[in-house]
Structure formats: C-alpha cells, structure tokens
C-alpha cells in the first residue's frame, strides 16, 4: 500500500513539473485532484475553438474558486466570468427560478454589471428582466431569497420568469466569443501571457 502511494506521489510530481506547480500549491486535497484533471492556463490559452475555450476556462476558474466557496481566489474579470457562468448553467439546466432557488444565485446583483462588462447587452438585457419580476432587491442570501420567492409564489411571478427563460434560450448573442474577447483583452488578470 505505502508503495503504491510513492508511485502516485513521483508521478504526481512529474505532471507537476509540466502543468504549473506555482498554481497548483494553493489547492489541498480533493482540489489537487480535479485541479490535475483540469487543463492548464497555457494549455486553455491554445485553444482556438470559442466554445471549449469557455468551457475549460470556466471549469478552472471553478475549481480555483472552489466551486464558488472561495471567489476572495479570483480576479475581478474571473469573478465576471465565474458569475456568468454559474447563471449559465443554472439557467440552462432548470431555467431562472432554478438560478435564484439555487446558490448559485448568491451572486446575482452582479449578473447584469458582468454581462455589460463582456458586452454581453442583450443577455444582460434578459437577466435584468429576471431581476425585476422580483419587484425588489434580491437578497444575496440564498435562505432570504428563498424566502422571498415563496412570498412571491404566484402565476404571474412563475410567467415572468418563464417568459426570460424563452428569451434566454432562444438569445442569439454570441456570448462565448464575447467572453473570449473580453479574456484575451484581460489576460493579465486571468493569469495569462
């Protein structure tokens, strides 16, 4: 058993002398591993198709975030990303309700700001449709806004938030190349040459 355990170890050394030690040694653990599995910033910066690129990105900005536990880890332009990205994917998956419902939701009064800072104006222009079926400041807290749903709980509340979900989906706005645009302008800040 300790054998085996050496052997990872050399071996985990030797990938690490390949995909960027200094970033690596701030993860513990469980990190290390899905760090290892995520590609490297000079590797994601080779990438040429808009889609992967975002994909990549994103899934190393989670993990250096720790899956949103830890966004004090990232830049402000990752932040803008990471909370596109986590509305993204809630969205996609179950629609706004399931985006607010969700913590995920924790950081959107800051959706439409990083969408307009990646120029992303008609999908910002959906979500802050989404903000205003609220009719209010949405807590930032996922228990108060929970809370705040049910008060709202109602036929109207549900259609306006179905009626961005049509939108969100049906949007034609490129917003991958828009990211791209908005990394490669930013590089520094996303740790790139």
Same mark, same amino acid.
């Given at each position: ?17 390949? *995909? ?19 590609? @490297?910033?000079? %590797? ?6 808009? =889609? ?6 994103? @899934? ?6 720790? $899956? ?9 332009? %990752? ?17 706004? =309700? ?7 939701? =924790? ?8 969408? *307009? %800072?990646?120029?992303?104006? %008609? *999908? ?25 749903? =049910? ?34 302008? $930013? ?7």
């Amino acid at each position: 058993m300790l054998y085996l355990k050496i052997i990872r170890a050399i071996l985990l050394l030797i990938v690490l002398a390949f *995909t960027g030690v200094k970033v690596f040694k701030q993860f513990k653990d469980k990190e290390q591993q899905a760090f290892l599995e995520c590609k @490297s910033l000079p %590797e994601i910066q080779k990438i040429e198709d808009k =889609d992967d690129f975002r994909y990549e990105l994103s @899934s190393y900005i989670l993990i250096k975030s720790k $899956n949103g536990d830890k966004l004090n880890r990232l830049s402000k332009q %990752e932040r803008v990303l990471y909370v596109i990205d986590v509305c993204d994917m809630e969205v996609n998956n179950g629609g706004f =309700d399931q985006y607010f419902f969700n913590s995920s939701g =924790d950081q959107c009064n800051e959706l439409v700001p990083a969408l *307009t %800072e990646v120029k992303a104006f %008609e *999908t910002a222009k959906i979500c802050e449709k989404a903000l205003n079926a609220f009719g209010c400041k949405i807590p930032s807290n996922r228990a108060k806004r929970n809370d705040l749903m =049910d008060e709202l709980e109602s036929d109207s509340f549900t259609e306006k938030l179905n009626e961005c979900d049509n939108e969100y989906y049906s949007n034609e706005e490129n917003v991958n190349e828009l990211i791209y645009s908005y990394v490669m302008e $930013n590089k520094k800040a996303f740790g790139m040459k």
